[in-house]
């Protein structure tokens, strides 16, 4: 009997150590060779305050993507029928493509625009894991000063 209890006991601590928090991680870093829809500058960073996971500095030079993941370095969990605003600052301004990757690896612009701030806020349609990317369209270097993301 006492055996039996244990495993219960068990299973009940398993299934609390499974979900996956939404945060942001410390700069962990991978750059890709640009294909046709591939990521060619990687970066988990940012920081959660209160539910909401604060974008840190970071650079993204001309032509270059980066993705924001949770703070296992991972990608975020979310359900289907989630919104979720997505905001990033920039030192300049600048042309830049907002959106989300799923788990799939299927890229889904969300926002285009031109300036410093960019702000954009769509549904998830399918429960999965996210990760979301700003690219830098423009011709030189951009910086992150500030953003969030949150849902």
Excluded at 10 to 32: I, R
Excluded at 59 to 64: L, N
Excluded at 84 to 102: E, H
């Amino acid at each position: 009997m006492r055996k039996s209890r244990m495993i219960g006991l068990f299973m009940v601590a398993a299934l609390f150590t499974m979900q996956v928090p939404v945060s942001a991680a410390d700069c962990s870093e991978v750059t890709y060779e640009k294909e046709m829809n591939e990521i060619v500058g990687e970066k988990s960073i940012g920081q959660n305050v209160n539910g909401r996971m604060g974008l840190q500095q970071t650079s993204i030079e001309a032509g270059k993507t980066v993705s924001f993941y949770d703070s296992t370095a991972t990608m975020f969990y979310v359900v289907g029928g989630t919104k979720v605003t997505f905001r990033v600052n920039l030192n300049t301004s600048a042309s830049v493509k907002m959106g989300y990757i799923n788990q799939n690896g299927t890229w889904t612009q969300k926002y285009t625009g031109s300036g410093s701030s960019h702000n954009t806020s769509f549904t998830i349609p399918t429960t999965g894991y996210y990760r979301f990317y700003v690219t830098n369209n423009s011709s030189k270097t951009i910086k992150v000063t500030g953003g969030e993301i949150y849902f």
